[in-house]
């Protein structure tokens, strides 16, 4: 699953490249999104929330994607981790860490928050050398 956000975040153009697949209950993939911010002017066009508005207009239970997956390159900001709860994604998983905004475990830890109706599964690292790379040889080009 993060292979597959690894190839939409290669596409990412200027933008950071982070990739965000959602993937159907019966693992089909259902969206995919790479951070457009740049490329649209919006400081909400992060991949999650790009693939997640894609995923609820093509999963037909309008906008509740119970049952399917998030993966995403790099672990989810504090907006990103609402909307995953707020769209009751059933599982996160993510590639790179991030300690300075994480919003799933690193910094705070939103998707995990007892107060919240939904709490979805949640697992980090994955290919995490690999996202770490990418992420690094972009920074690397910009400077």
Do not use: Y
Request: glycine share 10%; proline share 4%; hydrophobic share 45%.
């Amino acid at each position: 699953m993060i292979r597959a956000a690894l190839r939409v975040a290669r596409d990412s153009g200027a933008d950071v490249p982070i990739g965000a697949v959602v993937f159907s209950p019966s693992g089909s993939a259902l969206a995919s999104a790479c951070n457009a911010r740049e490329a649209l002017g919006d400081p909400t066009a992060h991949a999650e929330i790009l693939a997640l508005r894609a995923a609820a207009a093509e999963f037909g239970d309008g906008w509740r994607l119970d049952g399917c997956t998030l993966a995403v390159t790099v672990e989810p900001c504090t907006m990103c981790a609402g909307a995953l709860v707020l769209a009751r994604v059933s599982r996160v998983i993510f590639g790179a860490w991030e300690p300075k905004t994480g919003a799933v475990g690193s910094l705070w830890d939103v998707v995990r928050d007892r107060r919240l109706n939904h709490r979805p599964e949640v697992r980090g690292g994955v290919l995490e050398a690999e996202c770490v790379d990418l992420l690094e040889s972009f920074f690397r080009g910009q400077r």
